[in-house]
C-alpha cells in the first residue's frame, strides 16, 4: 500500500470524479484510476462504484476513507515535526484561488513567495468559494483566496481579509440606470443581470442581500471571470454586478454606480484550517501574503506564527 494510492483515493472520493481528481494532482487521469485500482486489489473489495454518471463509494469505501485521510494527516505532521526541528521552510505549498481576482496581485504575491523561498513546490489550483473551502477541510489545499460573502468563515477555516471593495452594477454607456451615485437592488428587480455563479462569495453576497430586501433577480447571463462579465455588459445585454475594480479597466466604454445603499462590499479572505495543522512551508506562506494585504481586519484570529 503505497501513500500516492491513498491520496488518490482520497481526492476521487472528495470529487467523485476521477477526471477532477487528476486535474487537481497534476497527473494523467489513466494514473488515478490505475492506482486507486490497485489499492482495491490489496484490500480484496472495491472502494469506490464506477457504475454511475458519478463515482460514489461504496460501503467498504465508507468504511476505509477516514483512515486513508488520517494516514495523510499522520505522514504530514510527521513532515512538519521534521522541519520544525530542522528549521527548514522547504516542501509544498497548494495554493487555492476564486477566479481573476482584480484586486489582489496573486502573480505577483506568488513571484515574491518563490524568490524568498525557490525550496518550496507552489500549485496553484481554481475553483468556486464553496469548493476551495472543503479542499482546505480535507488538506487536499494549504491555503486558499475566497470570498465569504455576508456569511463568514465556517466552522475549523480561519481567515484574512485581503481585499475590501464595493460592489457596483455597470451598464453600456448611455444607460440610464447608472446615472446616480447608487443603485437600489429594487431598481434592478426588472432588469436581466449578469453576475458570477453560485458557489462565489460574490454571488453569495448578492443573492443574500436580495432575499433581504424581496427582490428576486432576474439572473440572465452567469460567468466565471469578471472579464466576461464586463464584455457582456458593454454589448448592452444586462447589467452586471462585479467588484468596482473588475469594471475600473473598462472605463470608457462602462457606466457605474455602487450596488445598494449602504454599498455592498465584496472582502476577498485569506483563509486557512485553524486546528493549527499547517505546514511550516505554509506559514511561511501566510506570512508573505500577510504582508501584502490591503485590508487589516482579520477573523477569527491570526495566522500561526511558529
Do not use: K, N
Not at 263 to 276: E, F, H, K, Y
Amino acid at each position: 500500500m503505497e501513500l500516492h494510492q491513498l491520496r488518490y483515493f482520497d481526492a476521487v472520493a472528495e470529487l467523485a470524479s476521477f477526471t477532477r481528481a487528476a486535474e487537481r494532482l497534476h497527473v494523467a487521469q489513466p494514473g488515478v484510476s490505475a492506482q486507486v485500482r490497485l489499492l482495491e486489489r490489496e484490500l480484496g473489495q472495491p472502494l469506490l462504484d464506477r457504475s454511475g454518471r458519478t463515482v460514489r463509494l461504496t460501503a467498504v469505501g465508507e468504511a476505509v476513507l477516514p483512515h486513508a485521510r488520517a494516514a495523510l494527516a499522520a505522514v504530514a505532521a510527521m513532515r512538519h515535526a521534521v522541519d520544525e526541528l530542522t528549521g527548514l521552510v522547504r516542501g509544498r505549498v497548494a495554493v487555492g484561488t476564486v477566479g481573476s481576482i482584480s484586486a489582489f496581485d496573486l502573480p505577483g504575491l506568488l513571484a515574491g513567495f518563490h524568490r524568498e523561498h525557490p525550496d518550496v513546490d507552489i500549485t496553484l489550483w481554481e475553483a468556486g468559494s464553496d469548493r476551495l473551502l472543503a479542499a482546505l477541510r480535507s488538506g487536499a489545499v494549504d491555503v486558499a483566496f475566497v470570498g465569504l460573502g455576508g456569511a463568514g468563515p465556517p466552522a475549523g477555516i480561519a481567515t484574512e481579509v485581503v481585499a475590501d471593495e464595493a460592489l457596483v452594477v455597470a451598464v453600456a454607456a448611455g444607460d440610464a440606470l447608472a446615472s446616480g451615485a447608487a443603485v437600489s437592488l429594487e431598481v434592478l428587480r426588472e432588469r436581466p443581470l449578469i453576475c458570477l455563479p453560485r458557489g462565489t462569495g460574490l454571488r453569495a453576497l448578492l443573492d443574500d442581500a436580495c432575499a433581504a430586501a424581496g427582490v428576486r433577480p432576474r439572473i440572465a447571463f452567469e460567468a466565471g471571470d469578471p472579464h466576461v462579465l464586463v464584455a457582456l455588459a458593454v454589448r448592452g445585454l444586462g447589467a452586471a454586478v462585479l467588484p468596482a475594480s473588475a469594471a475600473g479597466v473598462h472605463a470608457g466604454e462602462l457606466q457605474t454606480a455602487v450596488l445598494g445603499d449602504p454599498p455592498l462590499r465584496g472582502r476577498l479572505s485569506l483563509a486557512w484550517r485553524a486546528d493549527g495543522a499547517v505546514s511550516p512551508a505554509a506559514r511561511a506562506f501566510l506570512r508573505h501574503a500577510r504582508a501584502h494585504r490591503r485590508a487589516p481586519e482579520a477573523s477569527p484570529g491570526p495566522p500561526p506564527t511558529s
